[in-house]
């Protein structure tokens, strides 16, 4: 019995610590609280491993569960360990910074410690009531509202942050959209710009995204719906290899946006203007990657010192295209090539390449994302020669420009132009781009390249008299059809209802720049016209709805909603219907 009731006390323990991070991180403290804070943490984290050493003999040893508690108890003793040996190294130095870096210690080993314990507490959740759609969604509104009552934290802003707008930024973050109603440089201390782009990678990757790499880290047992959610995720055959290749995900994000961080460093190492260097590009290499758009600069990159850093904008490009072209275009590319680097290498036993490797999903995207690259860079560099490529005087800095205006509205949200300034037909093509979004299975937004390229194939299709879309050897079956169609119309009206609330809630406006920003937040761009900021609260609660429908999809949340249809074994006769 008292076994038990350690193991019901150790459910609170989670709460605890979640309760002196916030305190610690969230609020100014007293100077009589400080000397404190190392004994609080020292006694929370003992008492957890007192807990996980209990819980470790109540298993068997082939329970998968063990690894899980024992990787508990290495993470808690070494930060233990650590912040003491610390502690006492530096005991030569004033009393506030002896107890400040074991401080640091300690708060990032209970962070990942709550991490874990979140994911395999969504895990669990997923276990017991499984509706990808609803989970999925509810996911996204929890975190929203988590994220919102986070930035309202006294040490978070500069002056303080009312509820909506707290509330706007968390679901700009989570959403990866970028549109901001504060300056996220100016009125954000560095600990509020911390939360918004850990809240931008968890919306960027998805909480499953984090439990499935759990889950193949520890080899936890996991069920067959899990497994079914995470197939459609990854756009993955084999269900073995559903949890691995969610582990994958984590770990090709986090290589590509350190790698990211580090090209930007080098490239901004010579401008004086920027504080930070390092966690300049941290931030934006997350942001860039994650296709969303925020940025500690006031004006993006359009402010002068970054607007003619055509490396750093490269740097930039090549991330978000990287993040927004799909992972599992990324995976089946990798595989792709991997199979022919090592036939360049064999003489006998050669691995076949005659097989369907570049899967048709993979061609669709990469077609569908040159074109589209390519169209924008050529309209942009003709259409802004007399407008804002006039601020480039070389070639190259306005090929830069004009491609970075083709890359960034893909749901990216960065500038180097001011759109409040372009010409009216390029902002058509930017409200153009911005529609598509990114490709299926990617950290962006949008109806989605596939989307528009099923679309258009099919109005080729019905205008040759053709049943069904035929490529090479392959037809694409008439469920994605009637998805890409339905995709297609509840953006359409999603959207005209969000421009026809704000035209109520704001007369006054311009419908072009409404219409702008209303595209923006359902593809998650960010890109915005300046509006935002001076929006009422009403056209605020708009955007943010337009925003979560954006990036769950509507269609998901109803299917959720509606449940699956029962087969039907029967069929009615057909009537043809007057459409044109």
């Keep these: 019995m008292k076994i038990k009731t350690l193991l019901n006390l150790y459910r609170f323990t989670d709460i605890l610590i979640l309760f002196f991070l916030i305190f610690d991180f969230g609020f100014s403290v007293t100077e009589e609280y400080k000397p404190f804070r190392i004994p609080i ?66 708060e990032l080993g209970l962070f990942f410690y709550l991490l874990m314990r979140l994911t395999f507490f969504i895990k669990y959740i997923y276990k017991i009531y499984f509706n990808p759609a609803i989970l999925f969604v509810g996911s996204f509104f929890i975190l929203v509202l988590i994220g919102a009552l986070l930035l309202m934290l006294p040490n978070v802003t500069v002056n303080g942050i009312s509820f909506i707008d707290a509330l706007f930024t ?30 931008i990678q968890i919306g960027g990757l998805g909480i499953l995204t984090f439990t499935s790499f759990f889950a193949y880290f520890f080899k936890e047992n996991s069920s067959f719906r899990e497994g079914m959610y995470m197939k459609d995720y990854t756009s993955t055959e084999n269900l073995q290899d559903v949890f691995r290749i969610g582990a994958q995900i984590v770990g090709f994000t986090l290589g590509i946006e350190l790698l990211g961080a580090i090209f930007i460093y080098m490239s901004i190492d010579t401008i004086s203007t920027i504080d930070n260097k390092v966690f300049f590009s941290i931030f934006h290499s997350i942001s860039a990657f994650c296709n969303a758009g925020f940025s500690t600069s006031s004006a ?31 995976f089946n590319s990798f595989s792709y ?23 048709l999903n993979s061609k ?64 058509l093509v930017v409200i153009f781009l911005m529609w598509i979004g990114a490709s299926p299975g990617s950290t962006g937004g949008g109806i989605k390249t596939s989307t528009f ?33 339905s995709i297609i119309s509840i953006s359409l009206i999603t959207i005209g209802t969000a421009i026809l609330l704000l035209l109520f809630f704001e007369p006054e406006k311009d419908l072009l720049a409404i219409a702008f920003e209303c595209f923006s937040a359902y593809s998650t ?38 449940g699956q249809v029962e087969q039907k074994f029967y069929q009615y006769p057909q009537e043809n219907i007057l459409i044109n």
């Excluded at 050897?473 to 059809?481: A, C, D, F, G, L």
């Design 300 to 330: 993006s990159f359009y402010e002068p010192t970054l607007r003619y850093d055509y490396s750093l904008q490269w740097v930039l490009m090549l991330l978000i295209i990287i993040g927004g072209i799909g992972y599992s275009f990324i």
């Design 364 to 427: 669709i995207t990469l077609v569908t994302t040159s074109i589209l690259l390519a169209v924008g860079f050529i309209f942009f560099y003709f259409a802004e020669a007399n407008y804002s490529l006039q601020d480039h005087d070389s070639v190259f800095g306005k090929i830069t420009t004009a491609m970075f205006s083709s890359v960034t509205p893909r749901t990216a949200g960065f500038n180097t132009v001011d759109y409040a300034h372009v010409a009216t037909p390029s902002l």
């Design 41 to 106: 943490y020292a006694t929370i984290t003992s008492l957890i491993i007192t807990f996980n050493f209990i819980k470790l003999f109540r298993y068997s040893k082939s329970d998968p569960i063990r690894k899980t508690v024992r990787f508990n108890i290495g993470i808690l003793v070494t930060t233990l360990v650590a912040a003491f040996t610390v502690y006492y190294l530096n005991s030569h130095l004033p009393p506030v910074e002896q107890l400040m870096r074991p401080k640091i210690i300690f």
């Design 337 to 359: 090539l991997k199979r022919r680097f090592l036939n360049l290498f064999r003489t006998k036993n050669k691995v076949s390449t005659t097989v369907r490797v570049i899967t």
């Design 170 to 199: 968390s679901t700009s973050a989570i959403c990866v959209t970028g549109l901001a109603v504060l300056d996220t440089g100016k009125d954000f201390t560095q600990l509020g710009q911390t939360v918004i782009i850990i809240l």
């Design 525 to 562: 761009s960010g890109l915005s016209i300046n509006l935002t900021p001076t929006l009422s609260d009403p056209s605020k609660y708009v955007l943010i709805a337009t925003m979560f429908v954006g990036r769950i999809g509507l269609l998901n949340l109803l299917f959720g909603m509606l």
């Design 453 to 485: 390229a099923i679309a258009t194939l099919n109005i080729f299709a019905t205008a040759r008299g053709k049943k069904r879309i035929e490529i090479n050897t392959r037809e694409i079956s008439s469920n994605t059809v009637n998805r890409a169609f």
